[in-house]
Nanobody, 126 residues
Framework: QVQLVESGGGLVQAGGSLRLSCAAS????????MAWFRQAPGKEREFVAA????????AYADAVKGLLTISRDNAKNTVYLQMNSLKPEDTAVYYC???????????????????WGQGTQVTVSS
């Protein structure tokens, strides 16, 4: 199995930046596509971004295109989410997820992902 641990969350002011990290262990990290989801208080968990096992292909939710960047470093077994120009509506618990990806297909549904981290809180103040 794959163990995922998120870090890098915190409190920032609107317009600020954060970089979230997700460290993976327990399996072959490069064989998995990775994704970030987020869940705001009282709302459904939503897709944020995904990246293929090679890092060559990415996908983003429309709301975050141009503002967030997902990347991965397979040598470090880590996936990142760089968040810039943060807004109060970005406040949420951010979750890292992984799924086997033999063909590099990126998926956006929660049910498409097998492994999940515990989440890291991001709070953006105005």
């Amino acid at each position: 199995q794959v163990q995922l641990v998120e870090s890098g969350g915190g409190l920032v002011q609107a317009g600020g930046s954060l970089r979230l990290s997700c460290a993976a262990s327990g399996s072959t990290f490069s064989a998995y596509a990775m994704a970030w989801f987020r869940q705001a208080p009282g709302k459904e968990r939503e897709f944020v971004a995904a990246i293929s096992w090679s890092g060559s292909t990415t996908a983003y939710a429309d709301a975050v295109k141009g503002l967030l960047t997902i990347s991965r470093d397979n040598a470090k077994n880590t996936v990142y989410l760089q968040m810039n120009s943060l807004k109060p509506e970005d406040t949420a618990v951010y979750y890292c997820a992984a799924r086997p990806s033999p063909y590099g297909v990126l998926r956006r549904g929660q049910n498409d992902y097998t492994y999940w981290g515990q989440g890291t809180q991001v709070t953006v103040s105005s």
